[in-house]
């Protein structure tokens, strides 16, 4: 795990890259990576790397350099040492064993193919000092970040981070307004899209090639769900995805350093320990985090676990005055609000396991590819008892029924609306809006006048849906979680890294191991999901390895009672980050809906996650736009 960053001029442009700028974008992802850091610097083309080193330590320092290309790379790659072995059949001679190493071999070999040989996670960059060409992929999941700025000559800028990019003065930072409905609907922005103005993403399973201002972005692999796997029976199922999933945890077992996991106490934690316990020699570093209130603690099952399989168990218990005095710095490392809750747990977790290891496998992942969330199933049942009811009852008599929904005191007119009865019966009602932090309607109190007069568009899913229309899965659970892939697992996995990276740690998810994601895909709904049963085949496969206390409780997720506190002691967050005249003047909101909405989750109502987000917007904003500091 590392940082890594670049600029290429354009000859339009004329400039040459001074190695001043390229250190001090390096630098300022000096958490990515504290063990190491270099440039190369070619004229018009920079490149700088820190590294955080995992991997054939003693070697391995970037930017590395073989014949004409030079590489800056950020990841693992897994099945190196498979590529090694047949790159040499074809006369490549090897100098180290870093799997850096590997993928300059692989790049001179198969060109711009060389990403369909790599099984891991990665972003990295290639300069062919020969053609003059810039060579960038991105893992498929996007396990790892890459943000790029391409200016109006054609120049490009580009690092693990945004800030690095802002460090360079690749752009001036201004808030991108298209962006916003989509952020506070969805946890953060989906696609190519970031907060800031001309920032964007290179996209899970995409490269990049730049030549001489030019750019020409392809992608090169996307999750398939169809043709299905022929029929087979569900014991051939299971012990099949079994030793697949025994393999993807084996292999990321590979490091030359210290490793542990994140133990929650969830099924998905627990399975990678009860695997991984089997393939280590001594006992397993776990490491788990908590509140001290109950129903945000989940330390008993991290116990079970640890006693089950004899881990080195490490916890820590955080309180509210440490979650907040944190979330400022927080929101640097993140570069854009922290949209998920469970984010600043997390670093505190990571920060733990940095006293003990290197490394961390994680559970990411697995609710996504086998239908973990309890929203899965109740979107199934909303969309199929919706088709009815639209099918025999007339239309005015639907017009009736949600006008009468509307005049229904508190939680039953709440519960109601979020139903076929007020609701069309598609996806994007019933499973985008539906689990949106704001819904559409929402949103069209939240924001301004002014602010909306700025958006292309106000619908903040046109990204999911043009997704929807492009997957080939046909079952709509299938749909939901490719959704669910594109969206709100790349948001998991982006507080997963920037958070671990936060404490220099490198995080590792099994559970997306893309071979073991494309046999889950194409496997049955009733695999997945069977009847209340969500991660049917998971639980079936650690039968005789887990606890029945793990494999028969339902999902926690990380509950974090920012709520109470919001109502409660750090009253005071809220009243400066929300309802302060610094905030309200700003304009971006409707101050008379704020308030209204602090009021009623003051007054009970659980707003928890939208006062959480207008909170951490308003954070960002002065952290990267007024300059407080936050580091």
């Given at each position: 795990m590392?940082?890594?960053?670049?600029i290429?001029?354009?000859?339009?442009?004329?400039?040459?890259?001074?190695?001043?700028?390229?250190?001090?974008?390096?630098?300022?992802?000096?958490?990515?990576?504290?063990?190491?850091?270099?440039?190369?610097?070619?004229?018009?083309?920079?490149?700088g790397?820190?590294?955080?080193?995992?991997?054939?330590?003693?070697?391995?320092?970037?930017?590395?350099?073989?014949?004409?290309?030079?590489?800056?790379?950020?990841?693992?790659?897994?099945?190196?040492?498979?590529?090694?072995?047949?790159?040499?059949?074809?006369?490549?001679?090897?100098?180290?064993?870093?799997?850096?190493?590997?993928?300059?071999?692989?790049?001179?070999?198969?060109?711009?193919?060389?990403?369909?040989?790599?099984?891991?996670?990665?972003?990295?960059?290639?300069?062919?000092?020969?053609?003059?060409?810039?060579?960038?992929?991105?893992?498929?999941?996007?396990?790892k970040?890459?943000?790029?700025?391409?200016?109006?000559?054609?120049?490009?800028?580009?690092?693990?981070?945004?800030?690095?990019?802002?460090?360079?003065?690749?752009?001036?930072?201004?808030?991108?307004?298209?962006?916003?409905?989509?952020?506070?609907?969805?946890?953060?922005?989906?696609?190519?899209?970031?907060?800031?103005?001309?920032?964007?993403?290179?996209?899970?399973?995409?490269?990049?090639?730049?030549?001489?201002?030019?750019?020409?972005?392809?992608?090169?692999?996307d999750?398939?769900?169809?043709?299905?796997?022929?029929?087979?029976?569900?014991?051939?199922?299971?012990?099949?995805?079994?030793?697949?999933?025994?393999?993807?945890?084996?292999?990321?077992?590979?490091?030359?350093?210290?490793?542990?996991?994140?133990?929650?106490?969830?099924?998905?934690?627990?399975?990678?320990?009860?695997?991984?316990?089997?393939?280590?020699?001594?006992?397993?570093?776990?490491?788990?985090?908590?509140?001290?209130?109950?129903?945000?603690?989940?330390?008993?099952?991290?116990?079970?676990?640890?006693?089950?399989?004899?881990?080195?168990?490490?916890?820590?218990?955080?309180?509210?005055?440490q979650?907040?005095?944190?979330?400022?710095?927080?929101?640097?490392?993140?570069?854009?609000?922290?949209?998920?809750?469970?984010?600043?747990?997390?670093?505190?977790?990571?920060?733990?396991?940095?006293?003990?290891?290197k490394?961390?496998?994680?559970?990411?992942?697995?609710?996504?590819?086998?239908?973990?969330?309890g929203?899965?199933?109740?979107?199934?049942?909303?969309?199929?008892?919706?088709?009815?009811?639209?099918?025999?009852?007339?239309?005015?008599?639907?017009?009736?029924?949600?006008g009468?929904v509307?005049?229904?005191?508190?939680?039953?007119?709440?519960?109601?609306?979020?139903?076929?009865?007020?609701?069309?019966?598609?996806?994007?009602?019933?499973?985008?809006?539906?689990?949106?932090?704001?819904?559409?309607?929402?949103?069209?109190?939240?924001?301004?006048?002014?602010?909306?007069?700025?958006?292309?568009?106000?619908?903040?899913?046109?990204?999911?849906?043009?997704?929807?229309?492009?997957?080939?899965?046909?079952?709509?659970?299938?749909?939901?979680?490719?959704?669910?892939?594109?969206?709100?697992?790349?948001?998991?996995?982006?507080?997963?890294?920037?958070?671990?990276?936060?404490?220099?740690?490198?995080?590792?998810?099994?559970?997306?191991?893309?071979?073991?994601?494309?046999f889950?895909?194409?496997?049955?709904?009733?695999?997945?999901?069977?009847?209340?049963?969500?991660?049917w085949?998971?639980?079936?496969?650690?039968?005789?390895i887990?606890?029945?206390?793990?494999?028969d409780?339902?999902?926690?997720?990380?509950?974090?009672?920012?709520?109470?506190?919001?109502?409660?002691?750090?009253?005071?967050?809220?009243?400066?980050?929300?309802?302060?005249?610094?905030?309200?003047?700003?304009?971006?909101?409707?101050?008379?809906?704020?308030?209204?909405?602090?009021?009623?989750?003051?007054?009970?109502?659980?707003?928890?996650?939208?006062?959480?987000?207008?909170?951490?917007?308003?954070?960002?904003?002065?952290?990267?736009?007024?300059?407080?500091?936050?580091?």
């Amino acid at each position: 795990m590392c940082g890594i960053n670049g600029i290429a001029f354009s000859t339009r442009d004329g400039r040459q890259v001074n190695a001043d700028v390229l250190v001090r974008m390096r630098d300022v992802q000096h958490h990515r990576g504290p063990d190491d850091g270099g440039v190369f610097v070619d004229g018009n083309v920079g490149l700088g790397h820190r590294r955080l080193s995992i991997v054939d330590v003693a070697h391995g320092a970037q930017p590395m350099m073989f014949g004409d290309l030079v590489v800056v790379y950020n990841g693992e790659v897994y099945n190196h040492n498979d590529s090694r072995e047949d790159l040499t059949a074809r006369g490549h001679t090897f100098e180290n064993r870093s799997d850096t190493e590997t993928i300059l071999h692989l790049y001179q070999q198969y060109g711009r193919d060389c990403v369909e040989h790599l099984r891991g996670m990665f972003a990295f960059a290639i300069w062919n000092k020969r053609t003059r060409e810039l060579f960038i992929a991105r893992d498929r999941f996007g396990v790892k970040p890459l943000y790029y700025v391409l200016d109006q000559q054609g120049n490009l800028y580009f690092g693990s981070e945004i800030k690095t990019i802002l460090e360079a003065g690749g752009i001036t930072p201004e808030i991108n307004f298209n962006a916003l409905p989509d952020q506070f609907a969805n946890h953060g922005t989906s696609g190519d899209e970031t907060l800031y103005a001309g920032v964007k993403r290179l996209l899970p399973g995409h490269t990049l090639m730049w030549s001489d201002g030019k750019l020409d972005i392809r992608e090169y692999w996307d999750l398939k769900y169809e043709p299905k796997h022929e029929e087979i029976s569900d014991r051939e199922y299971v012990d099949t995805w079994r030793e697949m999933f025994r393999e993807a945890v084996r292999l990321r077992l590979m490091a030359d350093v210290p490793l542990g996991m994140f133990l929650s106490g969830g099924i998905d934690s627990s399975a990678i320990a009860g695997v991984m316990s089997t393939m280590v020699s001594e006992p397993i570093k776990t490491f788990s985090v908590a509140f001290n209130e109950r129903d945000a603690n989940e330390l008993t099952y991290a116990r079970l676990v640890s006693r089950a399989f004899s881990t080195d168990h490490h916890e820590i218990t955080i309180t509210p005055q440490q979650f907040f005095d944190e979330l400022p710095k927080l929101v640097w490392h993140e570069d854009e609000p922290i949209g998920l809750l469970a984010s600043v747990p997390l670093y505190f977790v990571s920060k733990l396991a940095s006293e003990h290891v290197k490394v961390v496998l994680t559970g990411e992942g697995a609710d996504e590819m086998l239908a973990g969330y309890g929203r899965y199933a109740k979107t199934l049942k909303l969309l199929e008892y919706g088709e009815k009811y639209e099918s025999v009852t007339p239309s005015f008599l639907r017009n009736a029924v949600r006008g009468g929904v509307a005049t229904l005191p508190g939680g039953l007119g709440g519960k109601l609306s979020r139903t076929f009865l007020t609701r069309d019966s598609d996806i994007e009602s019933l499973f985008l809006d539906n689990f949106g932090v704001f819904p559409q309607a929402m949103q069209r109190e939240l924001f301004a006048r002014e602010t909306r007069e700025k958006f292309d568009s106000e619908n903040p899913f046109v990204r999911q849906n043009s997704w929807l229309e492009k997957t080939d899965a046909q079952d709509t659970l299938d749909k939901l979680l490719y959704a669910d892939t594109k969206t709100y697992l790349h948001e998991l996995l982006m507080k997963q890294d920037q958070m671990s990276m936060a404490a220099s740690i490198e995080s590792r998810v099994p559970f997306l191991d893309h071979k073991l994601a494309e046999f889950s895909a194409k496997m049955p709904r009733k695999m997945k999901l069977r009847g209340g049963t969500t991660k049917w085949i998971l639980r079936e496969a650690m039968k005789g390895i887990l606890p029945t206390e793990i494999l028969d409780r339902p999902k926690m997720g990380f509950p974090v009672p920012v709520g109470q506190w919001f109502r409660g002691e750090f009253k005071h967050i809220v009243d400066e980050y929300v309802l302060s005249e610094r905030a309200t003047k700003r304009g971006i909101f409707d101050e008379r809906f704020v308030r209204s909405l602090v009021a009623r989750h003051n007054a009970g109502e659980n707003h928890d996650e939208r006062i959480w987000a207008l909170v951490n917007f308003e954070i960002w904003q002065r952290r990267f736009f007024d300059g407080e500091e936050g580091k």
